[in-house]
Structure formats: C-alpha cells, structure tokens
C-alpha cells in the first residue's frame, strides 16, 4: 500500500511530507520510503498561525478560516507528493495537520486541536485521507501524544540495549524501550519552541531560528536563569505527559527574563539550547538509557547536538538516518504509519505511552472519489518495523 504522510509540527514553518510503500508481512511492517519534501507555509499563512497560538486570543472566524487555508496548504503539499515522489500512484493520505491548542490541565489532557480540514486534500488527488489523529486516544484518557512513540518503538526492537528515540521539533519528545518493559514516551519540555520565539523576539521578526547555533556559540549559559527556567514543574511530573506552545511560548520566556534580566541575546540563546540539552539528558538518565537515535529540526544545529552530547557522556548519538529512516522526514512517515495502520484496523497508540486506558484506533477516514473500500482487518499487531530499501 503507497501512503503519503504529511506532518506540520510545532514550529510551523513547513509541511513535511514523504512517501512510503508499506506491507503487513506477519507480525512486521515493511517500509520502503520513496522520498520527502518539505513546502514551507506562505508568510501570510504563518503569520496567521502565529496570530492565534495561545496566549493570544482569536476569533471563531480566524480558525474556520485557518482550518481552511491550513487544509489548502496540505492539499497542495500531498499533490506536489503524488506527483513528485509516487508517479501519481498512490492509496492513501494520512494528516497530522496543524496543532493550534494541546489542552492540558493539571498533567490530564483535556482536548486536542489540529487543523487543516481534509475535505481539501480528498478533493485535490482523489485519496482517502486519514486525519485528527490524536483526540481518540485522548477520549480514551490518553496525551494524545507523543504519536510517533509507535514508529519509535517498532524501529527500536529491533536494537539491544534500552534505546530511546529522541524528535526535536518545537517540543521535544523520547521514546524509550527497555527490554522486558512496555515502551515509555513523553515529552521531555521545549527543544526549538523557546529558541525559536528568543530569535523572532530579538531580531524583531528577520529571523525565525537561530541557523546552525551561531548565535548560541558565541553566548555564555547564564546559570541564573537556567535554573529559574528549570524550576518549572513540568520536568518533575511523571511520564506519561505532553506539552506544547501552550506552556513554553514567548511570554513564558519573558517572566523568567523579567525575573533574571540577561542583558545578552547571544547569552540568553545559549543557555535556552542548554536547558533543552539538560532536560533531554535528565530525561534519558532517569531511564538508563544506552543508546539515543535522534530525528527533527533541531538535528540541524550542531551546538544542541553538542550539548546534548556533553550532557549524556557515554551514551552514543546516532540519525536516525543510520536506521533508514530520513531524520528530517521521520515524523511524517510515522503518521504514514498509522494512517496504514488505522486502514488496517489496528492501534496506533501505545497506551504505556500515552496513559490511554485502552489501545486505539486512531483518526477519522474522509473517502476520497472513489467509494471507500478497506481491506480486511489485520489478523495480528506489528511488533517489528523494517525498513526496506
């Protein structure tokens, strides 16, 4: 079965989407990636984005229209998808969409909220479309999050040790599998999210991101504020947990500042990269992890990959490249995953990471043009994903 995933994470500046062949063989996937993309949102689109985040209040206008300009924008990413990357031949379409509200109160998650109305992405080419994947694990007393701790836990089976499988995009999340133990995944707090905000803040919005850490390798770590960023509740709650830009935004960041004023942006960068290499490594420490296979945006700075490194001593870094699966590429052939999943009739939520009572079937399936046929029900769940070249 060809699916074509499409993921816009936390940092919302692009879609991402890649493509896939996928097999059920036994109780193993089998996975041939065809390739990915990345299609950057407009800056009007962005900007509206931006706009409605939390804390910023909108308006019920502003999301019925971002749901569908958000949808748009994933339509004309899963056609330059099935045109550039599948020879126009492919099954199904499986999209995160765009997170706009992670709901959580007091460590329960409360709701979810994903936009880009898929009605968009059907019409466009054709394809059935499996989407709003998190809110039925949420019914189901789960996060909702971290998804990709499926894929993670599949991919990682097949490794000795207690692997872990770390994404750094806005928020960074890691999936943890020790041997004789149910997988464990959470999010560890903000990898690029509060990095990313410091930038835009600073440079009054002519840069987005810090590109390759410049910023934060000529800076010093200010250990007053990192440890006033430290002593946020979060880290010392239990997994299973998720948060989101709900909690690590820019006001967030200016309450610490306002607390410990560090006159110095470079300053203030680096000891940001620095909490998110602390709180990552804290996270592996607890669970004595051996070894950490790392995907996402942040893979592309090399002072955070240093730190976190200085941070875990001992304990090697690998891309999840090594393991053939494209670290920039890996959340979106994740949802891929469980869009083929979902298809198939099986879970694509591990409740020993999410905190669901129950393993779910994830999503909602919007038919495409022609009527919605679904194989039979898979006999067995996966335990191992192969990947194939």
């Not at 919302?12 to 299609?39: C, K």
């Not at 019409?123 to 019914?139: F, I, K």
């Not at 967030?252 to 203030?268: K, M, N």
Request: net charge negative.
């Amino acid at each position: 079965m060809r699916v074509i995933g499409l993921m816009s994470g936390t940092s919302f500046d692009a879609i991402e989407a890649a493509a896939a062949d996928l097999t059920l063989d036994g109780d193993n996937i089998l996975l041939h990636p065809l390739g990915h993309l990345s299609v950057p949102y407009t800056p009007d689109l962005r900007e509206l984005i931006a706009a409605a985040l939390p804390p910023a209040a909108t308006t019920i206008q502003a999301v019925c229209a971002l749901d569908t300009e958000i949808g748009q924008a994933f339509a004309d990413a899963a056609v330059l998808a099935l045109h550039g990357l599948c020879d126009s031949e492919a099954d199904l379409v499986a999209c995160h969409g765009q997170t706009l509200h992670h709901w959580v109160e007091d460590g329960m998650v409360r709701g979810t909220l994903q936009l880009g109305q898929p009605a968009w992405i059907a019409e466009a080419t054709g394809l059935p479309v499996v989407s709003d994947l998190r809110s039925r694990d949420v019914a189901a007393g789960g996060q909702g999050a971290p998804l990709v701790a499926m894929t993670d836990a599949l991919l990682l089976s097949a490794l000795p040790g207690t692997p872990a499988a770390l994404n750094l995009g806005g928020i960074a999340n890691v999936t943890v599998l020790a041997p004789g133990a149910e997988p464990l995944a959470f999010d560890t707090g903000p990898a690029n999210a509060l990095l990313d905000a410091a930038v835009y803040h600073f440079t009054n919005g002519t840069e987005t991101y810090d590109a390759d850490g410049h910023r934060a390798a000529a800076g010093r770590t200010s250990p007053e504020l990192l440890k006033v960023l430290l002593d946020d509740a979060y880290y010392r709650r239990p997994a299973p947990k998720s948060t989101g830009k709900e909690h690590f935004h820019l006001p967030y960041l200016q309450r610490a500042l306002d607390a410990v004023p560090v006159p110095c942006v470079e300053d203030v960068l680096a000891t940001l990269t620095r909490l998110t290499a602390i709180t990552v490594a804290d996270a592996c420490r607890a669970h004595d992890v051996t070894q950490l296979v790392v995907s996402g945006g942040g893979t592309r700075n090399p002072v955070l990959m240093d730190m976190i490194a200085e941070e875990l001593p001992g304990v090697p870094l690998r891309p999840s490249d090594d393991l053939g699966l494209p670290s920039m590429a890996k959340e979106a052939l994740a949802f891929a995953v469980l869009g083929f999943l979902t298809f198939h009739g099986l879970p694509g939520a591990l409740p020993s990471g999410t905190g669901a009572r129950r393993a779910t079937l994830l999503g909602s399936i919007t038919p495409g043009l022609s009527p919605l046929r679904l194989p039979a029900p898979a006999a067995q769940s996966p335990r191992l994903l192969r990947i194939t070249p």
